[in-house]
């Protein structure tokens, strides 16, 4: 219900940020922490040509409308908390009506991935006498492909 979009820091530097943070901000917006996400995007604030990250900080919250008298008390949470990450910092407030919000859960599967539903795969050893083939598999069918390549 909560999202927290930060812009010109890196996305391990928001993950971290949110396993650290994401408790305390569910508790100053009064809401259960599965209604707090971060999202980080892989993009650069810019300013006259010139990149940003990790200097200028922008952090765009959209939060229902009724959780809006609880603005100040968290833009002083999310600045004072990042500005070990960030030399400037501003913190923007998209609000929206509780009903303009849409989802759909899959009551099957756990609403998020954490430690411990997390699948952790180890790299298969292959069978004995069996490599990996490095070679070219269209050896032999370049020809082919050129043909359709011309034709397209």
């Given at each position: 219900?909560?999202?927290?979009?930060?812009y010109?820091?890196?996305?391990?530097?928001?993950?971290?940020y949110?396993?650290?943070?994401?408790?305390n901000?569910?508790?100053?917006?009064e809401?259960?922490e599965d209604?707090?996400?971060?999202v980080?995007?892989?993009?650069f604030?810019?300013?006259?040509?010139?990149e940003?990250t990790s200097?200028?900080a922008?952090?765009k919250v959209?939060?229902?409308?009724?959780?809006e008298?609880?603005?100040?008390?968290i833009a002083?949470?999310?600045?004072n908390?990042l500005?070990d990450?960030?030399?400037h910092?501003?913190?923007?407030?998209?609000?929206?009506?509780?009903?303009?919000?849409?989802?759909s859960?899959?009551?099957d599967?756990p609403?998020?991935?954490?430690?411990?539903?997390l699948v952790?795969?180890?790299?298969?050893e292959l069978?004995e006498g069996e490599?990996?083939?490095?070679g070219n598999?269209f050896?032999?069918y370049?020809?082919?492909?050129?043909?359709i390549?011309?034709e397209?």
């Open positions: 219900m909560v999202t927290i979009t930060i010109g820091l890196d996305q391990y530097t928001v993950g971290h949110s396993k650290d943070h994401t408790k901000l569910a508790d100053l917006f809401v259960d209604d707090i996400n971060f980080a995007p892989e993009a604030v810019i300013h006259k040509g010139v940003q200097w200028n922008i952090v959209n939060a229902p409308q009724d959780l008298p609880l603005q100040e008390k002083h949470y999310l600045i908390t500005k990450f960030s030399i910092l501003s913190v923007e407030f998209v609000y929206y009506h509780r009903h303009d919000r849409y989802e859960i899959n009551e599967y609403r998020f991935l954490d430690e411990s539903n952790n795969v180890e790299d298969e069978p490599e990996l083939y490095e598999i050896e032999g370049q020809e082919q492909l050129d043909e390549y011309k397209k």
